[in-house]
């Protein structure tokens, strides 16, 4: 399963406001919750809230990946954020994250969503493709390069 599969362009937000993390895991759980195969905005809020209170899932760099599993999630979906101005985000880096994505995984959910995880982690470290999700102007784009990047 590759990156672009679990992501599509009315899942992603460019120039967000979002003052706090939880603030920031509400707007993403929104998004995620519009896929038809989606767990309930709810549901997917507090698995999200859920694995970061095991943990941070900031990478450093200002990108975190912040994912959850909810049972009556039926498939990997994810959703981009990239944020007007940088949060807090409890990063191993201690710096501000401006980038977010974001997987709703189903509890039964098999290593790909690991995977996922795995490119994700490869894609923003390189410096690149961390500079065009800075530049980029649109949805389109933002699934272009994560087509192409990986």
């Excluded at 895991?25 to 195969?37: C, G, H, I, R, T």
């Excluded at 039926?74 to 949060?87: E, M, S, W």
């Amino acid at each position: 399963m590759q990156l672009a599969d679990v992501l599509t362009t009315d899942r992603v937000r460019l120039d967000v406001t979002a003052s706090s993390k939880k603030t920031l895991l509400e707007k993403v759980a929104a998004l995620l919750s519009k896929d038809p195969n989606s767990a309930a905005e709810r549901d997917i809020f507090e698995s999200l809230c859920q694995r970061e209170r095991l943990g941070s899932t900031g990478l450093g760099s200002g990108v975190a990946i912040p994912h959850g599993r909810s049972p009556s999630q039926q498939d990997i979906t994810g959703a981009v954020i990239r944020l007007k101005k940088p949060i807090d985000f409890d990063a191993p880096d201690q710096g501000k994250v401006d980038i977010f994505f974001a997987l709703a995984i189903p509890d039964e959910c098999s290593d790909s969503h690991l995977q996922i995880l795995a490119n994700l982690a490869e894609f923003f470290k390189n410096k690149e493709h961390l500079h065009a999700v800075r530049s980029i102007k649109s949805a389109e784009e933002i699934l272009a390069l994560m087509q192409h990047g990986e």
